[in-house]
């Protein structure tokens, strides 16, 4: 069994920036894609950013130019830098992992941009 865990999230006015970490509880698992998701109080779990296992990068439109995702394979930690934050990116954020036969999520950390 695979666990993810979050941290990073918090409170910041907009213009600031957080950096999100996820870190999976073994590292001898082999995980493919990772990847961050975010839902908005009344709005679907939209994909923010995904990073495949061999470092290729897409993000949904919103947020390219001020996030970035990277990865450190050797841990099986997955980060998500945000910078220039906005109100809109108010949500509560989930980690994604692609394991060889399932999925995996955390649990989630809140991410509020408010001033």
């Known amino acids: 069994q695979v666990q993810l865990v979050e941290s990073g999230g918090g409170l910041v006015q907009p213009g600031g920036s957080l950096r999100l970490s996820c870190a999976a509880s073994?590292?001898?698992?082999?995980?493919?894609?990772m990847g961050w998701y975010r839902q908005a109080p009344g709005k679907q779990r939209e994909l923010v950013a995904r990073?495949?296992?061999?470092?290729?990068?897409n993000y949904v439109d919103s947020v390219k130019g001020r996030f970035t995702i990277s990865r450190d394979k050797a841990k099986n930690t997955v980060y998500l830098q945000m910078n220039s934050l906005k109100p809109e990116d108010t949500a509560v954020y989930y980690c994604?992992?692609?394991?060889?036969?399932?999925?995996?999520w955390g649990q989630g950390t809140q991410v509020t941009v408010s001033s």
């Open positions: 073994r590292s001898n698992v082999r995980l493919n894609a």
């Open positions: 990073i495949t296992s061999g470092g290729s990068t």
């Open positions: 994604n992992a692609n394991g060889l036969i399932r999925d995996y």
